[in-house]
């Protein structure tokens, strides 16, 4: 089955400071990736996400790559802000007639003002 | 995206017992899934819950710990059966993004936080 790897699991940036996190997956049949923002106590946020079928995507501070060959994707946060502070969760979605979500470990990510 | 609510939000049991957990959504949705996510780890898939019929058990959960059941297309609930101290864990409610038509663009419930003593 799919397995989706996340690194780093801790990231430490001061606030400005570009953030990149990156995820591998296994199967190469999976065409959705999103990835979901995770502040403490509360439920995971959907932040951004692509299809197999596109390269990148930009969403403000916010953007996603995809290198299909090397089934590996990251998630770019530019000028970082305390309030970006939160896990960070990479997922694979591979659909076989109804589609299975697959979680990477989860990036911790602070913020240092 | 859909509204998802879940119920209870938080509750503390004894071993051996079972807790019911509901899931409602405020529109019709086509996939609902039902994860864990145990103190500071990911997002464990559980079972997708079919509406109709069985639920579909990832690798590692049975029917008979955690049965589900999904009697229409915006409410599901999920059982969890005798349970242990290693149930302890934030049970999460996800669906689809709904309007009729399976999107795997996923959305999520505020979650359970359950206790086993």
């Known amino acids: 089955g799919e397995n989706v790897e996340q690194h780093p699991s801790t990231l430490s940036v001061q606030e400005g400071d570009s953030a990149v996190i990156k995820c591998t997956y296994s199967?190469?049949?999976?065409?959705?990736f999103p990835w979901y923002k995770q502040e403490l106590g509360k439920r995971p946020q959907l932040i951004i996400d692509?299809?197999?079928?596109?390269g990148e995507k930009k969403d403000q501070r916010i953007a996603v790559t995809l290198n299909k060959t090397a089934k590996h994707f990251s998630l770019h946060i530019t000028e970082t802000q305390p309030e970006d502070s939160a896990v960070y969760f990479c997922?694979?979605?591979?659909?076989?007639?109804?589609?299975?979500?697959?979680f990477g470990a989860g990036t911790r990510l602070f913020v240092k003002a | 995206s859909a509204v998802i609510s879940q119920k209870p939000s938080r509750d503390i049991c004894q071993r051996g017992t079972s807790l019911t957990i509901q899931c409602q959504v405020d529109?019709?949705?086509?996939?609902m899934f039902w994860y864990r996510q145990q103190p500071g780890q990911s997002l464990t898939l559980i079972a997708t819950?079919?509406?109709?019929?069985?639920?579909?058990?990832e690798s590692g959960f049975v029917i008979d710990k955690f049965p589900i059941s999904r009697p229409n297309l915006t409410f599901s609930t999920l059982t969890v059966s005798n349970m242990s101290p290693e149930d302890s864990s934030i049970y999460l409610c996800?669906?689809?993004?709904?309007?009729?038509?399976?999107?795997?663009?996923?959305?999520f419930g505020p979650g359970t936080r359950l206790t086993v003593l």
């Open positions: 996800s669906v689809d993004r709904g309007g009729g038509a399976s999107t795997d663009t996923q959305y």
């Open positions: 199967d190469s049949a999976s065409n959705y």
């Open positions: 692509i299809r197999s079928n596109v």
């Open positions: 997922a694979a979605s591979l659909n076989t007639g109804g589609f299975k979500t697959i």
């Open positions: 529109s019709q949705v086509t996939m």
């Open positions: 819950a079919n509406q109709g019929s069985e639920a579909t058990y």
